[in-house]
Nanobody
Framework: VQLVESGGGSVQTGGALRLSCAFSGAHYRGHCMGWFRQVPGKEREGVAGVYTGSGIGSGSTYVADSVKGRFTVSQDPVRNTLYLQMNSLKTEDTAMYYC?????????????????????WGQGTQVTVS
């Protein structure tokens, strides 16, 4: 599995960005896809996730309380792409943002936001809010 993030950049407080994550190398459906962020010296933090599989839990989204109401996770299964719409950005949102994939359904929302749950990671895209 290869994951390539894009869409990061510098933005002023209150602004918006949309991150994209292109998935390739395996069948997209059936993965739990997640967005994480990390600043130097701190642990990687789960931001949002979505289950791409069919059946129970299909399309379920998971959003961390710290960004709920400002960030929205979505996907385009045709393009095998995951998105993170970030609105009302704050300086504390400044971080490297990573896309991740796990070839299974999440057991719970908590699992979907745990870095240890994921097998594959992108290289990250930097978001700077000032």
């Amino acid at each position: 599995v290869q994951l390539v993030e894009s869409g990061g950049g510098s933005v002023q407080t209150g602004g918006a960005l949309r991150l994209s994550c292109a998935f390739s190398g395996a069948h997209y459906r059936g993965h739990c896809m997640g967005w994480f962020r990390q600043v130097p010296g701190k642990e990687r933090e789960g931001v949002a996730g979505v289950y791409t599989g069919s059946g129970i839990g299909s399309g379920s989204t998971y959003v961390a309380d710290s960004v709920k109401g400002r960030f929205t996770v979505s996907q385009d299964p045709v393009r095998n792409t995951l998105y993170l719409q970030m609105n009302s950005l704050k300086t504390e949102d400044t971080a490297m943002y990573y896309c991740a994939a796990a070839p299974r359904a999440p057991m719970s929302a908590a699992f979907a936001l745990m870095p240890q749950y994921y097998n594959y990671w992108g290289q990250g895209t930097q978001v700077t809010v000032s």
